[in-house]
């Protein structure tokens, strides 16, 4: 394949996953983890600065490089944010990833990397969380640019190359503590080459070429990406130490059991076979076993026509990687992301090396697995991405919020246009542990007061929203504390046909409204009048 082709392939790909990933972006409820970081983003973009918290919310290179498109498309507050704007910043590091494979063309075979990139543009997992506002879509751009890097590196060592592989290598650590897992991949990766070239092995070439001054250089910059990002730019020293101190959380959290506890089969269960109640069945197995025939090719070190000591670099890593992601009994799905990035070049590997028969029959049946299989991926990718992109059908939606929120969102709105005070309305919010996001997202540019119990003091809101473990507490507040004569009676917020409505966070997580009947009855006033006019 020449250069010029291979290059508008990967363009050409590129610009499909773009608009793949950009269609209907804002449609999808925004998950609770979306809403604490466009939160965190908010407070960054409002002065008040962003402050490392060890304990939660990861690194804060999402929050300043979503400051980007916040200022070109905000209006510089929380409440101007959109869940596109908000999102296009994951989606333009899924499609960066795709374009990452420009540089490592000759690396992992220029055939290799155009099915590497139609792979990683199609994948349902890669897809749908190409369009969700957390950290990992990052991580794993970060982590692939260190291993181009130190690759490109290596064959022409530079100190811009050196520069780079720093700069990569900070911003892995100001994305996700879980970085670690793949600094001791990749080590663990080199130091099984480096073992088999000193037993007479050709795992590895020539190290004799890098230079201490270029990892001195490297080190350097790492840590000075890392500092500015963790001190808020200098202006949070606490940070710095923070990033470090932040793992004894993180250790004592990835072996606890709990809701996350998952067995060590649970990611490659929901890449290669989901199919839950009625719903369609998810499968990139292709994927796997692909990658599984690229591993073959890597370790037999036959023609494919890429860098052999790459390919056994990449297949080590990303087997060390996904050993240490399954062994890890905390699980979230969006965690594959970073090993399954290293699959699809294997497995890119694979479709290139199966490529090389000279049947011409073997041929034309591979090209019409591989274009059905591909085509099979993107048929998924727009399930999960439009009709299941909030169902529990869809193996990579976990603890999703539900469509009732905006129900809820536009009812509790829809009081407050009815008060005199507008968007000024008290709002109160109850939830046991804290647990009312994404409710801050969508009541953003409200007047709304969270707790996680009912306190006896202040003053009852016209609206309050709770989950009913917390409804005794509140009866007891609206109807036994106050005395007589000062009693407000409340109706049912999600009221239909004179039956309360089961509102829902996300599955099992109910959600209850009331409103002040005074307010009710002006509400219902101002529809007649509406209806009158």
Known sequence: MSRSIFIALILLIAVAATAFRLSDLSARPMHGDEAVNAFKLGETIEGSGFKYDPHEYHGPTLYYLSRIPAWLGGDGTHAGLSEFILRVVPVFFGTLLVLLLLPI?????????????????????????????????????????????????????SVSWALLAGMGLGLMHATKETFVIALGAMGGALLVMLCARRRGGRWIGDLKRVTPAHGAVMLLVAAAVSVTFFSSFFS?????????????????RAGQANVHEHPWHYYLG???YYQFADG???????????????IGYAVKGAAVRGDTALLRFVALYTVFLTVGYSLIPYKTPWCLLSFYHGIILLAGVGAAGLFQSKSKLALCALGGLLFVGSWHLAV???????????????PYVYGHTGTDIFDIADRVREMAQAHEARLATPIQVYCPGGDYWPLPWYLRDLAVEYGSTVPDEPESAPVILIQPPLEEALMRKLFELPPPGQKELYMHLFDESG????MELRPGVEIRGFVAKSLWDRFEQAKVEG???
């Open 531 to 533: 209806q009158q006019e």
């Open 105 to 157: 063309g000759d690396g992992l075979g220029r055939m290799a990397a155009v099915f590497a990139a139609l792979f990683t543009a199609v994948s349902p997992a890669m897809s749908f969380y190409s369009r969700y506002f957390i950290h990992e879509m990052l991580l794993v751009v970060f982590t692939a640019g260190v291993i181009l890097s130190v690759y490109r590196y290596l064959k022409k060592p």
């Open 380 to 394: 998924q990718s727009v399930f999960a991405n439009d009709r299941y992109s909030a169902d529990s059908r869809n």
């Open 270 to 272: 929901l890449l290669s």
């Open 236 to 252: 949070n020293p606490s940070g710095i130490t923070d990033s470090i101190l932040t793992y004894g959380t993180y250790l004592d």
């Open 499 to 502: 039956r309360e409505t089961k």
């Open 280 to 294: 369609p069945v998810f499968s990139e197995v292709m994927i796997l076993l692909l990658a599984l025939v690229g």
